[in-house]
């Protein structure tokens, strides 16, 4: 399996103001001939720094889309 992310912050926090950012990610399997799986998806963060702690709330979606493919035997005879 392989894939990333990227973040972008939208509002850089400040002691004052939260920060809000953006992250988009994908991933894919890999090295199976008979199964694809592919995921991505997106969310929006907002956090908070209150001395040492940092509250966060995110809010996303995500996707998956998977394809299995089942060989026949080779003799199918019965």
């Given at each position: 399996m392989w894939g990333g992310s990227l973040d972008v912050p939208l509002i850089g926090g400040s002691f004052a103001t939260p920060a809000l950012?953006?992250?988009?990610?994908?991933?894919?399997?890999g090295g199976i001939d008979e199964y694809d799986l592919k995921t991505y998806g997106v969310e929006l963060f907002l956090a908070k720094g209150f001395g040492p702690f940092m509250p966060y709330a995110a809010v996303g979606r995500a996707r998956s889309d998977a394809e299995a493919r089942i060989p026949l035997p080779d003799d199918t005879t019965l």
């Open positions: 950012s953006l992250r988009g990610a994908y991933s894919q399997l």
